[in-house]
T-cell receptor, first 114, second 115 residues
Framework: KAGVTQTPRYLIKTRGQQVTLSCSPI?????VSWYQQTPGQGLQFLFE???????NKGNFPGRFSGRQFSNSRSEMNVSTLELGDSALYLC?????????????FGPGTRLTVT | KQEVTQIPAALSVPEGENLVLNCSFT??????LQWFRQDPGKGLTSLLL?????REQTSGRLNASLDKSSGRSTLYIAASQPGDSATYLC??????????????FGRGTQLTVWP
């Protein structure tokens, strides 16, 4: 069974631009969560989606948004990029709430903002 | 708010040593605790998951224990090898129905095992 896939793997953007990251969960997984990892703050929860609905949201500004499609694939968008948005963005999927809550992580998208 | 702390932040040991990595959390109302490994620039690989009702879990050379009431977990690595070099992350899942999908992470222990 294929794991969680994230595209693109690497991205370089300029301050003020916007970016969209994509996550395809493991087949059969309907919950998708997003995390941001930076050297300064570590791993922080962004948001979680199930059945196309946002279930949880972390403490991030409104520039960070996401959505989930009917096939469970998810995208996150960051508008008006700032230098501090440079990070590794990780996506995780699980079968929760209908199954196990254990999350499986993708390889991440490395975003660099210049 | 749940806070997770890992000690030490970094560890450098010769091959063959037995290691203990520590994790503490402030809110004992957890659903489970998970240990992950992260190689440089890569995603997270799950090592062990301990449910709140369990005391320990074992996988090969790895053993993780959980003392929920005191808010502590330890990851024991036996007979360390250079291939164990990575960052080890501890994460807890709060025992609140609507937030079960959210993990709170520690900052990690960066482990280097030299030959």
């Amino acid at each position: 069974k294929a794991g969680v896939t994230q595209t693109p793997r690497y991205l370089i953007k300029t301050r003020g631009q916007q970016v969209t990251l994509s996550c395809s969960p493991i087949s059969g997984h309907r919950s998708v969560s997003w995390y941001q990892q930076t050297p300064g703050q570590g791993l922080q929860f962004l948001f979680e989606y199930f059945s196309e609905t946002q279930r949880n949201k972390g403490n991030f500004p409104g520039r960070f948004s996401g959505r989930q499609f009917s096939n469970s694939r998810s995208e996150m968008n960051v508008s008006t990029l700032e230098l501090g948005d440079s990070a590794l963005y990780l996506c995780a999927s699980s079968t929760w709430p209908t199954g196990s809550v254990e999350q499986y992580f993708g390889p991440g998208t490395r975003l660099t903002v210049t | 708010k749940q806070e997770v702390t890992q000690i030490p932040a970094a560890l450098s040991v010769p091959e063959g040593e037995n290691l203990v990595l520590n994790c503490s959390f402030t809110d004992s109302a957890i659903y489970n605790l998970q240990w992950f490994r992260q190689d440089p620039g890569k995603g997270l690989t799950s090592l062990l998951l301990i449910q709140s009702s369990q005391r320990e879990q074992t996988s090969g050379r790895l053993n993780a224990s959980l003392d929920k009431s005191s808010g502590r977990s330890t990851l024991y690595i036996a007979a360390s090898q250079p291939g164990d070099s990575a960052t080890y992350l501890c994460a807890v899942r709060p025992d609140r129905g609507s937030t079960l999908g959210r993990l709170y992470f520690g900052r990690g222990t960066q482990l280097t095992v030299w030959p």
